[in-house]
């Protein structure tokens, strides 16, 4: 079974993206990892930060892994690379 969330571009990730939220639809369950496999099908220049991602669901930090997560309509989804500054 599959929902909508949103789906928000930080930084690097929105250059790579091209776009800084959308609407994408995802299993419901699914872990970090799948997860990021999905929004990479659909952005694959995204794949060249996948070691250095991290994503907020629902404004929690989740690391990419096999951390099972269970996914409402409507959650957001947030990309988050490293921000680097001083």
């Keep these: 079974m599959s929902c909508q ?6 930084a ?12 994408l639809w995802v299993p419901r369950q699914v872990t970090s990892l799948q997860l990021w ?3 990479v099908k659909v952005h694959p220049r995204l794949a060249v930060i996948r ?3 991290v994503f907020a669901v629902r404004q929690e ?3 990419l892994g096999d951390q099972l997560l269970v ?9 988050i690379p490293p921000i680097s500054g001083g």
């Design 5 to 10: 969330v949103s789906v928000l571009y930080f």
């Design 12 to 23: 690097r990730s929105a250059e790579l993206a091209g776009l800084r939220c959308e609407t």
């Design 37 to 39: 496999e999905e929004i």
């Design 51 to 53: 070691d250095q991602v």
């Design 61 to 63: 930090y989740v690391l």
């Design 71 to 79: 996914l409402q309509p409507g959650d957001e989804v947030a990309i």
